[in-house]
């Protein structure tokens, strides 16, 4: 069952920018899930969703999901304190739900969810229980992967294709 969030769906609480690539929080985010309320604090700082830049081209940082990313960011970072107020597979599964609250296409809330889950197995405190969720990482990674090759292939020829393109621009920028 979704959760509720404070603010209406696809509007973005207010913010403002520390650096190139994180903002903090200027009011409260308030999250309403299996009757509990989570709120991440004025101030808490994120950079949205870490996703790697070589899959920009498909889903970014922000999007649809930034509301889900913040949450998620703020579960993470609670992860490492005493009592943290969900455990690593409820951070990621919060995320996956808030996601499809914020009117995220399900398929790639699940995407995205298993990219969380990928991340989860190198940290010490999102790895505990990661085995019990291989099935569905596996499943959705190899769903994923065929078109995500064939994209990806493209766009590396586009961009071979364009670079000597961009070489002679520079060339003659600079004669």
Request: hydrophobic share 50%; net charge positive.
């Amino acid at each position: 069952m979704p959760g509720r969030m404070s603010l209406p769906i696809g509007k973005l609480p207010s913010l403002h920018w520390i650096n190139h690539r994180e903002v903090a929080l200027d009011a409260d985010l308030r999250y309403d899930l299996d009757g509990q309320t989570f709120i991440v604090p004025r101030g808490f700082i994120t950079d949205f969703a870490s996703v790697p830049k070589f899959l920009w081209w498909l889903f970014g940082p922000t999007g649809l999901w930034t509301w889900a990313a913040i949450l998620h960011d703020w579960f993470c970072k609670m992860l490492w304190h005493r009592n943290p107020p969900a455990g690593p597979r409820a951070t990621d599964r919060y995320f996956r739900l808030a996601c499809r609250e914020a009117g995220t296409n399900p398929a790639l809330c699940w995407l995205l969810w298993t990219g969380v889950r990928w991340g989860a197995l190198l940290n010490p405190k999102r790895n505990p229980g990661w085995w019990r969720d291989l099935p569905l990482i596996t499943v959705w990674s190899v769903l994923a992967l065929p078109p995500l090759l064939i994209a990806t292939a493209g766009i590396g020829i586009a961009y071979l294709y364009l670079l000597p393109i961009r070489w002679i621009a520079r060339m003659v920028k600079r004669a």
